[in-house]
């Protein structure tokens, strides 16, 4: 019997190099539907990437647009506080001037010095001015130089006013997220 095997022996490789085609056949057609499965995978991957892309310019963009909104909002009430404080300033500067218009000594003649106890009457000085140099406040401030400190006083006021205002407009966004202004 061996020695009808040595006979055909090139029928048995030929038997195996079938069977090992057949398997490499199957082997094959699993490879291609694994090719077609990582293609399908690798189109819904460039598909959900470009959505991902599409999603984040979007938000980009919306963020970009809030925050102008908001920094638009920001400039207006931090505008309007401005010219808020400098409206109340200047109707408080014209206030004090008029107050300083109206108290302040007008011109008028000067008598003479009544004297002594005795009551005589000593002549005026000779050329003196029509007018006294003007009454000391009552911190002892000529009325010019009380308006003036007046005035700068209520410039501090307003300046304060003013920062106040400043500190009082939201700069953060709803979201407490700061803005990031967009140049």
């Not at 938000?59 to 909002?73: G, I, L, S, T, V």
């Not at 003196?128 to 003007?134: K, V, W």
């Not at 002892?140 to 410039?155: F, K, T, V």
């Not at 700069?171 to 202004?181: E, I, M, T």
């Amino acid at each position: 019997m061996p020695l009808m095997l040595l006979r055909f022996w090139r029928e048995g490789i030929i038997a195996l190099l079938v069977l090992a085609c057949a398997a490499q056949l199957l082997r094959v057609r699993g490879l291609k539907s694994d090719l077609q499965e990582s293609r399908q995978h690798t189109r819904d991957e460039k598909a959900a990437h470009k959505l991902t892309i599409a999603n984040v310019m979007a938000a980009a963009e919306k963020a970009r647009a809030d925050d102008a909104a908001h920094a638009r909002r920001v400039e207006r009430d931090q505008t309007n506080v401005s010219e808020e404080v400098s409206r109340d300033y200047q109707e408080q500067l014209v206030d004090l001037r008029r107050r300083y218009d109206a108290l302040r000594v007008r011109p008028g003649k000067t008598a003479a010095d009544p004297g002594g106890a005795a009551g005589e009457t000593m002549p005026g000085l000779p050329g003196s001015s029509a007018r006294s140099d003007g009454a000391a406040g009552q911190d002892g401030l000529l009325a010019e130089d009380a308006l003036a400190a007046s005035e700068i006083a209520l410039r501090l006021k307003a300046l304060q006013d003013w920062i106040a205002g400043q500190l009082g407009v939201e700069r953060d966004k709803a979201d407490g997220k700061p803005a990031v202004p967009q140049r």
